[in-house]
């Protein structure tokens, strides 16, 4: 094999891209398979001269040529015939080897039958030797064709990878996906469509709903389609889809706009199967109804049980209407009013465990003020409430503890009969904390009064209901009373009723 020693650089020396420039002169490597030097040295000036600057080998056996194969030359340039090898055979040898190097038969005869065989069998130019000016021209097209060639085959192999990925994520999704031209056909479904239909993807292309669906079915579908092809929002809703085969489903079904590569309109379809959620869901509503009307037939039992032992009790007291005994069963009767009050709000509420203690604590202000508003002087009520949602738990024993204070305040804080007012504020913190008050302008409290070892048996109740509540209580006196408890509120219905405010 001889070889161009002009060419021979550093053993480190690469070949730049076609598209690298190096001196303004495109640097390509060369493959020349050919018997005469002189030919080869005339080839790469006149590839100098088109703005190359080739680095080759020249070689002349079929085992060279292999050789030089392997180090993927940019270019082949073959003479057609030579004593030991020919372009037709080192065409068939590049053919078998699977590589895409640019080959260009460079001959000093040639007929044109032979050039056009040669290029039926993958010869990317031929040109005569004394035509030599074409040469440049030649191999920039072979070589822009190559370039072309490689992008075109890594588009498509990208293109492919793609849709293997696409395939492989919808067919392994567990939801439906369906994508319909603008007339309603479809032109594609995942494998969950194929087994929920019982039908393949190649049987129902070019379909549309009304071939799976009763007519009503598929004209409502076609609409809600329509809707979003016209005004390119997507949507969202729960469809009831009856098969012809009679089954009924409940699908999430999401709908959205998207164009092909042309780009006409086209509709994408995903859809969750959700019936057996549905069924479960509506299970669920059921067996809550009956919870709710459980919880408000407990609550009027226990309320009527209480009304009839308030009854008994206020028989009991007219009975003894001027002694100590009758005003303890009066007081005693008020008491389970109250407890029965917060089962009669438990009653009305669509929720059978919390009520707005806010509409409760009024309730129960205006009755005892009426029952026990003293004579003689002009006494007012003065109501401050938010509303505070509570539980059953909170909201007895709360309940208590305000009769308690309000009917203290309504019995002591004005013994002669003088004017004033008691306030009674109710309140929540955005932690929870709740904070009720009962206070007034009257006699007030002596200075020596601990509250908690007091006899009263009002007191006394207020107390042990604190800590039930594991609630904090505060005295004041001076001028008059207040009594404020403060405790932490726990998880009850929201409401959403106004402020409170009024006197009377």
């Given at each position: 094999?001889?070889?161009?020693?002009?060419?021979?650089?550093?053993?480190?020396?690469?070949?730049?891209?076609?598209?690298?420039?190096?001196?303004?002169?495109?640097?390509?490597?060369?493959?020349?398979?050919?018997?005469q030097?002189?030919?080869?040295?005339?080839m790469?000036?006149?590839?100098?001269?088109?703005?190359?600057?080739?680095?080759?080998?020249?070689?002349?056996?079929?085992?060279?040529?292999?050789?030089?194969?392997?180090?993927?030359?940019?270019?082949?340039?073959?003479?057609?015939?030579?004593?030991?090898?020919?372009?037709?055979?080192?065409?068939?040898?590049?053919?078998?080897?699977?590589?895409?190097?640019?080959?260009?038969?460079?001959?000093?005869?040639?007929?044109?039958?032979?050039?056009?065989?040669?290029?039926?069998?993958?010869?990317?130019?031929?040109?005569?030797?004394?035509?030599?000016?074409?040469?440049?021209?030649?191999?920039?097209?072979?070589?822009?064709?190559?370039?072309?060639?490689?992008?075109?085959?890594?588009?498509?192999?990208?293109?492919?990878?793609?849709?293997?990925?696409?395939?492989?994520?919808?067919?392994?999704?567990?939801?439906?996906?369906?994508?319909?031209?603008?007339?309603?056909?479809?032109?594609?479904?995942?494998?969950?469509?194929?087994?929920?239909?019982?039908?393949?993807?190649?049987?129902?292309?070019?379909?549309?709903?009304?071939?799976?669906?009763?007519?009503?079915?598929?004209?409502?579908?076609?609409?809600?389609?329509?809707?979003?092809?016209?005004?390119?929002?997507?949507?969202?809703?729960?469809?009831?889809?009856?098969?012809?085969?009679?089954?009924?489903?409940?699908?999430?079904?999401?709908?959205?706009l998207?164009?092909?590569?042309?780009?006409?309109?086209?509709?994408?379809?995903v859809?969750?199967?959700?019936?057996?959620?549905?069924?479960?869901?509506?299970?669920?509503?059921?067996?809550?109804?009956?919870k709710?009307?459980?919880?408000?037939?407990?609550?009027?039992?226990?309320k009527?049980?209480?009304?009839?032992?308030?009854?008994?009790?206020?028989?009991q007291?007219?009975?003894?209407?001027?002694?100590?005994?009758?005003?303890?069963?009066?007081?005693?009767q008020?008491?389970?009013?109250?407890?029965?009050?917060?089962?009669?709000?438990?009653?009305?509420?669509?929720?059978?465990?919390?009520?707005?203690?806010?509409?409760?604590?009024a309730?129960?202000?205006?009755?005892?003020?009426?029952?026990?508003?003293?004579?003689?002087?002009?006494?007012?009520?003065?109501?401050?409430?938010?509303?505070?949602?509570?539980?059953?738990t909170?909201?007895?024993?709360?309940?208590?503890?305000?009769?308690?204070?309000?009917?203290?305040?309504?019995?002591?804080?004005?013994?002669?009969?003088?004017?004033?007012?008691?306030?009674?504020?109710?309140?929540?913190?955005?932690?929870?904390?709740?904070?009720?008050?009962?206070?007034?302008?009257?006699?007030?409290?002596?200075?020596?009064?601990a509250?908690?070892?007091?006899?009263?048996?009002?007191?006394?109740?207020?107390?042990?209901?604190s800590?039930?509540?594991?609630?904090?209580?505060e005295?004041?006196?001076g001028?008059?009373?207040?009594?404020?408890?403060?405790?932490?509120?726990?998880?009850?219905?929201?409401?959403?009723?106004?402020?409170?405010?009024?006197?009377?």
């Amino acid at each position: 094999m001889s070889s161009s020693t002009e060419n021979h650089k550093s053993a480190d020396q690469t070949l730049a891209p076609m598209s690298r420039v190096a001196s303004a002169r495109i640097a390509i490597r060369v493959l020349v398979l050919e018997d005469q030097q002189s030919d080869a040295e005339l080839m790469m000036r006149q590839l100098r001269r088109s703005g190359f600057a080739p680095v080759w080998e020249r070689v002349e056996t079929e085992a060279d040529y292999v050789a030089q194969l392997a180090s993927s030359p940019d270019i082949i340039l073959a003479d057609y015939r030579m004593p030991q090898m020919d372009a037709e055979r080192a065409l068939e040898i590049l053919r078998d080897s699977g590589l895409t190097i640019p080959f260009i038969v460079v001959s000093g005869a040639i007929g044109e039958d032979v050039a056009v065989a040669m290029m039926r069998h993958g010869a990317s130019d031929y040109l005569l030797k004394d035509r030599m000016a074409r040469l440049g021209p030649a191999v920039r097209h072979a070589l822009e064709q190559r370039a072309l060639q490689e992008q075109t085959r890594k588009a498509a192999g990208e293109l492919r990878a793609s849709e293997i990925r696409f395939q492989s994520f919808m067919n392994n999704s567990p939801t439906l996906a369906r994508i319909k031209e603008a007339d309603g056909r479809l032109v594609y479904m995942n494998n969950a469509c194929e087994q929920l239909f019982g039908v393949s993807s190649a049987e129902c292309e070019g379909k549309t709903d009304a071939e799976f669906c009763p007519a009503e079915v598929a004209e409502r579908l076609r609409a809600r389609d329509s809707a979003v092809l016209h005004d390119g929002e997507p949507s969202h809703v729960v469809e009831e889809v009856k098969l012809h085969s009679g089954r009924t489903m409940q699908l999430l079904m999401f709908r959205f706009l998207l164009h092909d590569a042309c780009g006409e309109p086209m509709l994408g379809e995903v859809s969750a199967d959700i019936t057996d959620q549905i069924r479960t869901q509506r299970a669920l509503a059921e067996a809550l109804q009956a919870k709710e009307i459980l919880f408000r037939e407990l609550h009027h039992r226990v309320k009527n049980n209480l009304n009839v032992v308030s009854s008994l009790l206020s028989m009991q007291a007219q009975l003894h209407r001027d002694s100590a005994a009758g005003q303890a069963l009066a007081d005693a009767q008020r008491r389970i009013e109250s407890m029965a009050l917060v089962h009669d709000r438990l009653n009305q509420k669509d929720r059978g465990d919390a009520i707005d203690f806010q509409e409760y604590a009024a309730g129960l202000a205006r009755n005892l003020f009426d029952v026990y508003r003293p004579g003689g002087g002009v006494t007012r009520l003065r109501l401050d409430l938010s509303p505070v949602p509570l539980v059953l738990t909170q909201a007895v024993p709360c309940g208590l503890i305000l009769n308690e204070l309000i009917t203290n305040a309504l019995k002591y804080a004005f013994p002669h009969g003088e004017s004033g007012e008691i306030a009674v504020s109710l309140r929540s913190d955005d932690k929870g904390l709740v904070t009720l008050s009962v206070s007034d302008d009257g006699a007030g409290l002596p200075s020596d009064f601990a509250w908690r070892s007091s006899p009263s048996l009002g007191l006394r109740i207020v107390d042990i209901l604190s800590r039930q509540l594991d609630a904090t209580v505060e005295v004041g006196s001076g001028p008059g009373a207040c009594f404020t408890v403060r405790f932490q509120q726990l998880a009850g219905a929201a409401v959403n009723h106004g402020r409170c405010s009024e006197i009377f």
